[in-house]
């Protein structure tokens, strides 16, 4: 993705490549370059669910002011009750060059989980129910999912990125 990309983004960006319906709440947590004091970026939220503590707005904070040679990478946490956590790691950096629709997908490896299975460990028992035909939630499983459910597959030309501020809009405006 560009450089000119703000985390709110990088968000949306990051559920469209996992295929998640984005509908649970995110928090990127990094390093301030400035003070060197780890802060939580994502959307305030308007009912005191902030804790009390500083929040910095993912909509209006660029990936740019972050991501450097010196600090490549941040912390990305998807829907807190299944605690989705990755590693967003800087690989290079470039200019936006005219003709290219971003973000762009590069490659990838494997199916995403569904999203609500559970975390790690209801992912794993997923697979598992799924893998076993004599599993008493082998049916129940694949008809939630979906019966083609593999958890191999990939196909980077079905990943379908939305355009953040349309979907900021959708869910904010």
């Known amino acids: 993705m560009p450089e000119d990309y703000t985390f709110w ?7 469209d490549a996992m295929g998640w319906a984005d509908y649970h709440l995110h928090q990127f947590k990094v390093n301030d370059p400035k003070s060197e004091e780890e802060v939580s970026i994502r959307i ?11 929040i910095r707005n993912s909509y209006e ?19 807190f009750g299944d605690c989705w956590k990755h590693s967003v790691i800087l690989e290079e950096t470039e200019p936006r060059q005219e003709g290219y629709l971003y973000p762009r997908l590069l490659g990838g490896e494997g199916t ?10 209801g992912y794993n028992q997923f697979l598992e129910a799924i893998d076993d035909p004599e599993h008493e939630d082998h049916d129940r499983l ?6 083609d459910f593999d958890p191999r597959a990939f196909n980077p030309q079905q990943v379908k990125f939305r355009d953040p501020e349309k979907t900021y809009q959708h869910y904010y405006g």
């Open 9 to 15: 983004g990088l968000h949306v960006a990051i559920t």
């Open 44 to 54: 305030p939220m308007e009912d005191g669910f902030d804790w009390n503590i500083e």
């Open 61 to 79: 904070e660029m990936i740019s002011d972050y991501f450097s040679e010196d600090q490549p990478q941040c912390d990305y946490e998807y829907d």
């Open 112 to 121: 995403c989980p569904p999203e609500d299975v559970g975390g790690i460990d």
């Open 142 to 147: 694949l008809t939630w999912v979906g019966w």
